[in-house]
Structure formats: structure tokens, C-alpha cells
């Protein structure tokens, strides 16, 4: 029997963003999406970014979530060697707090896009959710999973505020 391929690669440019980009991971598995998480950096393993990127629609992936921090030349050096849609994680950097890397992702020239989200958690999350909202344009069992993530996070939001939690 034929395995499916994970639809979405997670991809991070050091095991210590690992801690922020998991938050992509559990997203995606809240969501039953599988995915591949892999350590590539642009500049500690380029081989490694090249043979990804440029073999990555082929190995059966749709979507590309990188996460990197500093001088976050990951998600843009993997967009302009894949086809498929990148999502950018701005890691939180310790020296600039994540500027740099929003910085690093956000400013790509015209014509290589990186889709860039918020700096840490947030963003990792919400890559996951664009993510999927990419699959559920062809796949309606994700769309309806993905408006019942949706209904459960209204309907946790409690609409008057508490003096003590
Ligand atoms: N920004 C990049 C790239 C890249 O863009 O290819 N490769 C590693 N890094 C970043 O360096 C930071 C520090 O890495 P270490 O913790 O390994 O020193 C990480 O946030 C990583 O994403």
C-alpha cells in the first residue's frame, strides 16, 4: 500500500527553533495534516537547502513553512528555488528580538515572494492555519476541519472578563 506523502514541510534553520516551529507542528496535527520537519540552514547546510528545495514539489509537498531567526535568509533562498507557495516564521532573535529576522524575511524583491507571519508563536501558528488553508482549497475534509478549529476558538472566548480566573 502506497503512504501519502506529508503535504506540508516544515523546515528550520537550527534545532533551537524547534521550540517556536513545533507550535506549526501541533497546529497541523490539531488539524490531522501531516507534515515533515527538517533542520536546513542556507548557510551551515546549502547543499542540503538546494537539494530540498528544488526536489520538494517532486517528493509530493504543497506548502513550505520556514522558520529561521537572525539573518533569516531561509524561507527566501528556499522560495527562490521551489515553486511551491513559502510561508516565513520570523524566529525571535536574542540579540533583536525578532526584528532582524522579520527584517530578513519580510523584504524580499519583486518576484520571489515569501508569505511573512508574525514573529514567534503567532506566527508559526498562523503559518499552519495558512497552510492548511491552502490545502482546503482542494481538499473539502480539511476545509470543514479547519471551520470546526475556527467554531472551537470562538466558542472558547468567553464574552464578559472575570475578576478572578
Ligand atoms: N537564519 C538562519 C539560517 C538561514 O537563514 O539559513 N540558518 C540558521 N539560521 C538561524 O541562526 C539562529 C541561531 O542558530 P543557533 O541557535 O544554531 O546558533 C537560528 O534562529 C537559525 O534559524
Redesign the pocket.
Known amino acids: 500500500m502506497m503512504t501519502e506523502r506529508p503535504p506540508v514541510a516544515i523546515i528550520?534553520?537550527?534545532?533551537?527553533?524547534w521550540e517556536t516551529m513545533k507550535n506549526a507542528a501541533d497546529t497541523l496535527e490539531a488539524l490531522e495534516i501531516t507534515y515533515d520537519a527538517r533542520i536546513?540552514?542556507?548557510?551551515?547546510t546549502p547543499d542540503r537547502?538546494m537539494n530540498f528545495a528544488k526536489g520538494a514539489k517532486d517528493e509530493g509537498f504543497k506548502v513550505i513553512i520556514a522558520?529561521?531567526?537572525?539573518?533569516?535568509?531561509?524561507?527566501g533562498?528556499a522560495a527562490s528555488m521551489t515553486p511551491l507557495p513559502v510561508f516565513g516564521v520570523p524566529?525571535q532573535?536574542r540579540a533583536l528580538s525578532g526584528q532582524d529576522?522579520l527584517l530578513?524575511i519580510v523584504q524580499m524583491p519583486a518576484g520571489i515572494p515569501v508569505g511573512t507571519l508574525a514573529i514567534g508563536k503567532a506566527g508559526a501558528v498562523n503559518a499552519a492555519l495558512l497552510a492548511a488553508a491552502v490545502l482546503a482549497l482542494g481538499d473539502e475534509e480539511i476545509a470543514d476541519r479547519l471551520d470546526e478549529w475556527r467554531a472551537r476558538q470562538s466558542a472558547a472566548v468567553a464574552e464578559y472578563p472575570m475578576d478572578d480566573l
Do not use: E
Not at 67 to 75: F, T
Open positions: 528550520m534553520g537550527s534545532q533551537s527553533d536546513i540552514s542556507a548557510h551551515r537547502l522558520g529561521a531567526g537572525g539573518a533569516a535568509h531561509l524561507p533562498m524566529v532573535s529576522s530578513s
